[in-house]
């Protein structure tokens, strides 16, 4: 039985048994033919379908395209409208470049007078997530989000980014990036009960040097990376100044960590803020409320200008900064 014929059947199979294809996906294939159902994972050569009582792997050179299926909102927990993040059951694995496409846009370059880092939208409303040495100092920031479709590119920057909580333990950050005209912002989902393992599969997505939407793949080294009373998991994902504050994912497109710092002198030595983290500080965030005029809330205050004899502000020169 050749290639076409065995997916034939499997669709037969899958309509006769009765499924449900509400929130199934739509594999085309190159001859015309379609399968109706739930992807449970993708590789580099393959995508493997779920028929119920069966599954088929169907090789990429013979898929023409693949229309995705809308999300159901009861199939995740933490979905609730109080939840800040969301967390998701039963997502297939998939390979970096599918997930890139397809999470992408919600990672996002945060962007202040002083410096620049990354982030990613935890809530369709525009609530996202970045590292506290970001934002440490700053109230003005901007969001520059990105969106791709099949024809075009659109690259926008958003003003009037609000701080909301931060905690410099954990360095972490929560801000608001304003809807606009917007109804809502594509999001990513934090990983709920934690799994990770050394060796285990791992990419980030972020703006390192202000390179923007750089994907860098890698493993965890470890998942227990002690470093000033914090757990952090160690991967080899590249990890540059510029990608704090950038999601680390796993094959499931799932947040596993939050990258905030890299060896300089060392290759392949990238940390990142594990989502257990991520998850306390959000459900605890009123007890981090941002408020620039509380100098334990982060905000770094600047000295006045020094002032001459004379009661006046002193003249600084331009080229040497003496008076």
Known sequence: MNTARTLTAALAALLAAG??????DTVVLKDGRSIVAPILKETSDKIWLDLGHDVVAVPWDTVESVDR???DAAAFTGADDDA?????T???DSTPRALAKRIGDAVIKVSTPSGLGSGFIIHPEGYAITNAHVVQGETKLKATIFEETDREFRREVIDDVEILAVNNHVDLALIKVPLGDREKFPF???QGAESLEAGQETFAIGNPLGLERTLSRGVIATTQRAFQGLAFIQTTAQIN???SGGPLFNLKG???GVTNMGIPA???LGFAIPARYVRDFLNNYEGFAYDKDNPNSGYNYQEAPPRSEYGTPAVLDDATGNQ
């Open 19 to 24: 499924a449900s294809l509400a929130a199934s």
């Open 69 to 71: 299926a809308e999300e």
């Open 84 to 88: 800040l993040f969301r967390t998701a």
């Open 90 to 92: 039963g997502l297939p």
């Open 188 to 190: 990513v989902y934090v």
């Open 241 to 243: 100044p510029g990608n």
């Open 254 to 256: 799932e947040v596993i």
């Open 266 to 268: 060392g290759e392949g």
